[in-house]
């Protein structure tokens, strides 16, 4: 590992700590949260040591099937061709039918306080504003007037 991998790798730690103080020193592994309104959040350090990753688990579709179930994957496809040209935010239907929004960060901002909070928020923000659209069209189907907020 280089300086900066091992710089990286160790920021990651301590902030993984700073939100768990049971967790190991110099740990690496993911760290998982539960927010308040039943939304888990996992954090994990890239591969290459360069990245943060944060995992949204924003909704569990395995009961929206047939043509609700093409609307919400068409949805999560638009948002996903909409973030293309902003941050790296994806949106996805995992093998166990959870709808996954994640969002990749570079780690020097991850590394600063400020900076790793203001990426939870806006992960977790994200995947609140993709549940309401998920929970939306398992409600209403393709009937909806749902528009997205502007952020």
């Known amino acids: 590992m280089t300086d900066t991998s091992t710089s990286q790798g160790r ?18 592994q993911p760290l998982e949260l539960l927010l308040d309104d039943a939304l888990p959040l996992r954090v994990t350090l890239h591969p290459d040591n360069q990245h943060w990753l944060v995992e949204a688990y924003a909704y569990d ?19 996903n061709a909409a973030a293309l040209d902003g941050r790296q935010i994806l949106c996805t239907l995992d093998t166990s039918d959870l709808v996954v929004v ?3 960060w570079p780690a020097e901002e ?3 306080p400020g900076g790793f909070l203001s990426l939870l928020h806006y992960t977790a923000a994200q995947a609140r504003r993709i549940r309401e659209a998920v929970r939306a069209i398992a409600m209403h189907g393709d009937n909806l007037a749902w528009q997205p907020e502007a952020s």
């Open 11 to 28: 920021a990651f730690s301590e902030q993984m700590q700073a939100l768990d103080p049971q967790r190991a020193p110099d740990s690496m």
């Open 61 to 79: 579709a395995v009961a929206i099937h047939g043509p609700l179930r093409h609307s919400v994957v068409r949805t999560l496809l638009q948002i």
């Open 110 to 112: 991850g590394a600063d």
């Open 102 to 104: 994640m969002t990749r």
